[in-house]
């Protein structure tokens, strides 16, 4: 009519008892309502059921509330089903981290460091190496290929999909991204997106959602990315904001350069073709299109196309103020300087 399944503790504090007589299961009794004798019994109900579900129904009407919770009880029902002649079996899980039961934060904690524990085991087993399991966390999801090299304070959440001979770590954050054959991401945060074969990430990328680094392209330091398609060979080396924007293959963003890609009411898209080489400190306006192998110079506010094989610039000419600091900051440790260079000349 029924099974149950139970397991041995060493503290079974606050679980269920299992009562039986020689082999046979006779009642379930909840702790509170327990006598000092059977509070010594190291097996306890698991709180997995399986039911005739006729029979259940018609037991369950019958139970009723005498007990030191004035509540009702499923495992009553168990009893009742005994005591009609009904045959109930409790069946023992000797893994007793399979069935632990989760009544706080606490308790939560202990059985999620377990599971995770387990699965990082059977990475390792598998092929991957996990440099620090205590510090690595592996979602039930998450799927890796031969040779995945883990390093230690890295969590892999969602569907995350890491292939073959990927490095992932230190300190590195992923969920629902794909890595690469051979790809690398180092101290970075990454969120649904993709990162192609060969190509690396970080130190300290923030890559959003929508990314799509190419084959053998580079997300750099301090580089932040989202709604980017970025071709093979692409790179974005440091110290930029990549967003809604195209890029092609084979280009370099200069260092310092940012995609202003919103107008204050609406995003916009940027498009860089192949080859291009921006300079560093650049913004481009979006809407805008950078042609195949255009240059664009140092310091560039690019708000107009730039056609193929083209240089944009809009540098201002410069001027110098010729003694300036030895007027206006006159004893300062700069003006000494200043004097005892043009002392020299």
Known sequence: AATVLTTYLDDPSGYGRIIRDDFNLVAIVEHRDATEEQLDIEEVNAGVYVFNAELLATELAKVGTGNSQHEKYLTDVVAQLIQHGHRVEALVVYDYWMVAGVNDRAQLSQVAAELNRRLCQAWQLAGVTIVDPATTWIDINVSMGEDVTIWPSTYLQGETVVHSGASIGPEVVLNNVEIGVNASIIKSHATSSRIGDGA???????????????????????????????????????????????IGTGSNIGAGTIFANYDGVNKHRTKIGSEVR????????APVTIGDGAYTAAGTVVRKDVEPGALGMNVAPQRNLANWVLQQRAGTSPARAAELAKGND
């Open 278 to 285: 921006s300079g560093s400190h650049n913004v481009f306006v």
């Open 200 to 246: 690396s990430v970080g130190p300290f990328a923030f890559v959003r959602p929508g990314t799509d680094l190419g084959a053998n392209g580079k997300i750099g330091t301090f580089v932040e990315t989202k709604n980017a398609i970025i071709g093979d060979g692409t790179k974005v080396p440091h110290l930029s904001y990549v967003g809604d924007a195209e």
